[in-house]
């Protein structure tokens, strides 16, 4: 079984910038998957200090050798 997942941003990794961005769209819940990255996941979600009500999760990877971070939400089934 496979879950798919929209992807509403794919930007650069900076800590800033994602901690900007989910405190803008109110994340309280963040799932963090990672694939080619040094960043620890349970470490990411305490430095992010989340408050809110919804959800997102954060793809962290390398596209083209650059830290990238892909940020959607899985998709939802019928």
Same mark, same amino acid.
């Given at each position: /079984?496979?879950?798919? /997942? !929209? =992807?509403?941003? %794919? ?6 910038? &994602?901690?900007?961005? &989910? #405190? !803008? *769209? *109110? =994340? ?11 960043? !620890?996941?349970? !470490?990411?979600? #305490?430095?992010?200090? &989340? %408050? ?9 990877? #390398? ?7 892909? =940020?959607? %939400?899985? &998709?939802?089934?019928?």
């Amino acid at each position: /079984y496979a879950t798919g /997942y !929209e =992807i509403t941003d %794919q930007l650069p990794f900076h800590m800033k910038r &994602l901690k900007a961005l &989910l #405190r !803008e *769209r *109110r =994340i309280g819940v963040l799932t963090v998957k990672k694939r080619g990255s040094a960043v !620890e996941p349970e !470490e990411l979600r #305490r430095k992010m200090k &989340l %408050q809110g009500p919804h959800a997102a999760t954060v793809f962290l990877t #390398r596209v083209a050798g650059a830290p990238t971070m892909l =940020i959607g %939400q899985p &998709l939802k089934r019928p």
